[in-house]
């Protein structure tokens, strides 16, 4: 395995998997307690946003060039921000 094929393909892929992986808590933790007191909104918001921009620019990548592995991360990635950011929403105290 060549640096380059590292660096490109197995690195940003095991990134996205612990990238995802990460959420997982605190979306269970929300939806069990229905409590996002200290979480602050405009970080799901951007994040959400950045997210959803690396999913353009690496679904550009596999229309370009066929690697579809970091586009599927980048999707599932976008998708799990975005579903807590509407819980945050949901349960916001007005």
Do not use: C, D, H
Not at 7 to 28: E, F, H, R, W
Not at 52 to 79: D, R
């Amino acid at each position: 395995m060549t640096l380059q094929f590292f660096l490109t393909n197995v690195l940003p892929m095991i990134s996205g998997i612990v990238l995802a992986i990460s959420y997982i808590p605190q979306i269970k933790e929300t939806r069990e307690t229905k409590n996002v007191e200290g979480v602050n909104k405009n970080f799901w918001v951007l994040i959400s946003l950045a997210l959803f921009g690396l999913t353009v620019s690496t679904g550009a990548v596999f229309y370009y060039f066929g690697t579809w592995g970091n586009f599927i991360l980048e999707i599932f990635n976008f998708g799990l921000a975005f579903y807590m950011l509407t819980l945050v929403k949901k349960y916001k105290k007005k």
